[in-house]
């Protein structure tokens, strides 16, 4: 069964910066594109960044491009977002999902993790 | 990069269909066949239902089904159910290379 375990979410600072991660089983993680979609309490799903199954393509939603960065170590099957520069609307939930395709982007997220949450205060 | 448009709610009795729209623009929905839309129960993670605009994962039901013309795609549930009292988003390919999701329609079996 294919499972996704996000962890280090928490408490930071506005400034501060956190590092998620999200272990990964039950399919060959290489063949596979994977996201990060957050969702803000009692608010709508957004789309955060995503890479492809090699890791050589990144891509990045203007609200944290330049914050935030996302990677992969196919060998350990884990897949990393950095964040940096913390803001107050940073503060949701985090999913880490597994994409159908290669690329990313195109093909939808056909699993999800259960999420790790984020919180931005002072 | 603007959220795609869903109607806020949707509501309808069991047994009947009911459709969501999300409407978009020439340069994410009405460009591309990369619609999705994703299911999402209260406090549960979302769960892809449709992909490439009318394509049903594995394991998803025939009630549900996608749709698109021009800019606007569309999910309809047919006989509908209890269990499927839940928020739908739509999201889609952009032309900039990134993934706009709609704002998210609340689905009310009456």
């Known amino acids: 069964d294919v499972q996704l375990l996000e962890s280090g979410g928490g408490l930071v600072q506005p400034g501060g910066s956190l590092r998620l991660s999200c272990a990964a089983s039950?399919?060959?993680?290489?063949?596979?594109?994977m996201s990060w979609v957050r969702q803000a309490p009692g608010k709508g799903l957004e789309w955060v960044s995503a890479?492809?199954?090699?890791?050589?393509?990144?891509y990045y939603a203007d609200s944290v491009k330049g914050r935030f960065t996302i990677s992969r170590d196919n060998s350990k099957n884990t897949l990393y977002l950095q964040m940096n520069s913390l803001r107050a609307e940073d503060t949701a939930v985090y999913y880490c999902?597994?994409?159908?395709?290669?690329?990313?982007?195109?093909?939808?997220?056909?699993?999800w993790g259960q999420g790790t949450l984020v919180t931005v205060s002072s | 990069q603007s959220a795609l448009t869903q109607p806020a709610s949707v509501s309808g009795s069991p047994g009947q269909s009911i459709t969501i729209s999300c409407t978009g623009t020439?340069?994410?929905?009405?460009?591309?066949?990369?619609v999705s839309w994703y299911q999402q129960h209260p406090g549960k993670a979302p769960k892809l239902m449709i992909y490439?605009?009318?394509n049903r994962p594995s394991g998803i039901s025939n009630r549900f089904s996608g749709s698109k013309s021009g800019n606007t795609a569309s999910l309809t549930i047919s006989g509908l159910q209890a269990e499927d009292e839940a928020d739908y988003y739509c999201?889609?390919?952009?032309?900039?290379?990134?993934?706009?999701f709609g704002g998210g329609t609340k689905v009310t079996v009456l």
């Open positions: 020439s340069s994410d929905v009405g460009g591309y066949n990369y």
């Open positions: 890479i492809s199954g090699s890791g050589a393509s990144t």
């Open positions: 999201s889609s390919y952009s032309s900039s290379n990134t993934v706009l």
């Open positions: 490439d605009v009318s």
């Open positions: 999902a597994k994409d159908q395709g290669i690329r990313g982007l195109i093909k939808g997220l056909d699993y």
């Open positions: 039950g399919f060959t993680f290489s063949s596979y594109a």
